[in-house]
């Protein structure tokens, strides 16, 4: 392959100032402090225990909340949200992505595909929040990641795993609409990797993972902005340390919990509705 020199002027190209995306001053802010004091006098409504290199789903109504918690040990999850009425929008990672950036926590929010695009849930409490940014570039919750799924690993590896959270979280919705294998895998989406601890190397540019730094006990909570399906995978990686689809790392069960605020504490607070662009797209 061709190797190019640099061009005369490489260093003052390399110097141009990078611009924001997406910049978001005026990116509607949720209000944090309504949605905690709803949270405090919260009943719990339920719960489902995911099991190790398995899926579960569970249904969240808008306005209440749901939390996932690590228990057993270091556990990371693969989530997948969709409208509880309308399978057609789902959780959209790209978006989130640019709006948030590749790691997500407090205060931000998990945002739906095209044409709906609106906040669907926000995450309003993180005991992972303190660990920033290490030094290899790694941060907790990442919407970059795919999903460890059964295609890349028999196109590098020729192997027939089933356990990946791709096909756990197909078959988990399967199960839960009581419909086909091949009709629920095409609305498993890319995700949120809950606690998993990732990033892109400096010198490759390569999507990397190391070792969760969670904890039994540490949990995420989100606040439903609208009705929710929700898809949770425990991840065969575990802790992800190593390796992401494996029958050999030691992996835990992860707990989700929902949770019910009080009537009247959500006083003032809308779902969000779908985006208002008139979808008319120049014609």
């Not at 950036?101 to 926000?122: K, L």
Request: glycine share 8%.
């Amino acid at each position: 392959m061709t190797k190019f020199s640099a061009p005369s002027d490489a260093v003052a190209r390399r110097a141009v100032a990078p611009v924001i995306c997406y910049p978001t001053e005026t990116l509607p802010q949720p209000d944090l402090a309504l949605y905690r004091a709803a949270r405090e006098g919260a009943t719990k409504t339920g719960e489902v225990l995911v099991r190790a290199r398995d899926a579960l789903c569970f249904e969240v109504p808008a306005g209440h909340f749901f939390r996932i918690t690590s228990v057993g040990g270091p556990q990371v999850g693969d989530l997948n949200l969709w409208n509880r009425s309308d399978l057609s929008e789902r959780f959209y990672s790209g978006k989130t992505r640019a709006l948030h950036g590749t790691h997500i926590t407090t205060g931000d929010r998990m945002w739906s595909s095209f044409p709906h695009m609106r906040p669907m849930a926000t995450i309003v409490a993180d005991t992972l929040d303190w660990y920033g940014v290490d030094p290899f570039g790694g941060s907790v919750h990442d919407v970059i990641g795919t999903r460890c799924d059964p295609y890349t690993g028999n196109l590098l590896a020729g192997t027939q795993y089933h356990h990946c959270c791709h096909s756990n979280l197909t078959r988990a919705l399967a199960d839960h609409l009581r419909i086909p294998l091949t009709e629920a895998e095409p609305h498993v989406h890319d995700v949120l990797n809950v606690f998993m601890c990732t990033g892109f190397t400096r010198d490759t540019g390569q999507y990397f993972m190391k070792a969760s730094p969670v904890r039994p006990g540490d949990y995420l909570e989100f606040f439903a902005e609208i009705d929710l399906l929700g898809n949770l995978s425990a991840c065969p990686g575990g802790d992800c340390s190593s390796e992401h689809s494996s029958d050999v790392a030691s992996c835990h069960p992860l707990l989700v919990e929902t949770f019910a605020p009080e009537e009247g504490s959500l006083s003032g607070w809308e779902s969000p509705a779908p985006s208002g662009y008139d979808r008319t797209h120049g014609r």
